[in-house]
């Protein structure tokens, strides 16, 4: 089993810039795909961002282009995901999830293991 639990959420103004973390905790994470989804009220939960286990290989939707980064630190079992230039429709509960797999990243019910999520909200 992985526990995971998120931080980093906040309220910030229009071209403001957050970096969320996850912290896995009951198995490493070396050998796990991490990624970010994001859902905003009434909408369906969206991918963000994937670091597959394979050192250095990340992948994005084409909705995010280059405002969001995805990292990985191993050691520290975390996961962290900056995001900059933030918008209001970037406002969302934003999740950290996991898997042993690198298929099907945008699939949220591919992911076996998920948290608790943390809150992003932009103000204009």
């Known amino acids: 089993q992985v526990q995971l639990v998120e931080s980093g959420g906040g309220s910030v103004q229009a071209g403001g810039s957050l970096r969320l973390s996850c912290v896995a905790s009951?198995?490493?994470?070396?050998?796990?795909?991490l990624s970010w989804f994001r859902q905003a009220p009434g909408k369906a939960r969206d991918f963000v961002a994937a670091?597959?286990?394979?050192?250095?290989?990340?992948y994005y939707p084409d909705s995010v282009n280059d405002r969001f980064t995805i990292s990985r630190d191993n050691a520290k079992n975390t996961v962290y995901l900056q995001v900059n230039s933030l918008k209001p429709e970037d406002t969302a509960l934003y999740y950290c999830?996991?898997?042993?797999?690198?298929?099907?990243?945008?699939?949220?019910?591919?992911?076996?293991?998920w948290g608790q999520g943390t809150q992003v909200t932009v103000s204009s």
């Open positions: 670091t597959m286990w394979s050192p250095g290989r990340t």
């Open positions: 009951g198995r490493t994470i070396a050998t796990y795909t």
């Open positions: 999830a996991a898997k042993t797999s690198n298929v099907d990243l945008r699939f949220a019910a591919s992911y076996a293991y």
